[in-house]
T-cell receptor, first 112, second 114 residues
Framework: DVKVTQSSRYLVKRTGEKVFLECVQDMDHENMFWYRQDPGLGLRLIYF???????EKGDIPEGYSVSREKKERFSLILESASTNQTSMYLC???????????FGQGTRLTVV | DQQVKQNSPSLSVQEGRISILNCDYT??????FLWYKKYPAEGPTFLISISSIKDKNEDGRFTVFLNKSAKHLSLHIVPSQPGDSAVYFC?????????????FGTGTRLKVLA
């Protein structure tokens, strides 16, 4: 059974904190993605990576950075958390653009 | 600029009837399309996909239709069941351009009434 695992289901952080969201996949996929889901806005792409140490900005990268040191792990970093980053964060991986992406269970982040 | 649009935020259908969810896109480079289903507090799960070389793909109760000239795709669920109640997202990628990112729509909340 294929697996994308996000390190936390729920997180509460304070404004200004540095926040790390971790994602691990066990499918040897080249591509990994971070999305956020907000009501009425759907899933918006923050960053994606098509290879180790490679990353590309998505549609809403401001306030975020990513790290991919190993093929199976893709981390999302909020350098200084703000309340407008309260959201559901979803990690995904795929083999290529002609196959489906598999999602993790999501991390509900609340910034207070 | 919203490249993938789902103009109906919600849809209610009676159990046993057909559910039709619609999606429009603007980028003519998109060549692979997917539908996902999402329950609250869970990640999206893949339902069905279609390549731009086809106009229909079927998997059990789910059929996706693609109209490239209209830049429109739809998901048909027949017969609809209460367990189908969820948010449905369509997504698109431009795989042949070498960019493997998926662009999602805003979602349609389907409610199947028993």
């Amino acid at each position: 059974d294929v697996k994308v695992t996000q390190s936390s289901r729920y997180l509460v952080k304070r404004t200004g904190e540095k926040v790390f969201l971790e994602c691990v996949q066990d499918m040897d996929h080249e591509n990994m993605f971070w999305y956020r889901q907000d009501p009425g806005l759907g899933l918006r792409l923050i960053y994606f990576s098509y290879d180790v140490k490679m990353k590309e900005k998505g549609d809403i990268p401001e306030g975020y950075s990513v790290s991919r040191e190993k093929k199976e792990r893709f981390s999302l970093i909020l350098e200084s958390a703000s309340t407008n980053q309260t959201s559901m964060y979803l990690c995904a991986s795929s083999r290529d653009g002609n196959t489906e992406a598999f999602f993790g269970q999501g991390t509900r982040l609340t910034v207070v | 600029d919203q490249q993938v649009k789902q103009n109906s935020p919600s849809l209610s259908v009676q159990e046993g009837r057909i559910s039709i969810l619609n999606c429009d896109y603007t980028n003519s480079m998109f060549d692979y399309f997917l539908w996902y289903k999402k329950y609250p507090a869970e990640g999206p799960t893949f339902l069905i996909s279609i390549s731009s070389i086809k106009d229909k793909n079927e998997d059990g109760r789910f059929t996706v239709f693609l109209n490239k000239s209209a830049k429109h795709l739809s998901l048909h669920i027949v017969p609809s069941q209460p367990g189908d109640s969820a948010v449905y997202f369509c997504a698109a990628s431009a795989a042949t351009s070498g960019t493997y990112k998926y662009i999602f729509g805003t979602g349609t909340r389907l409610k199947v009434l028993a």
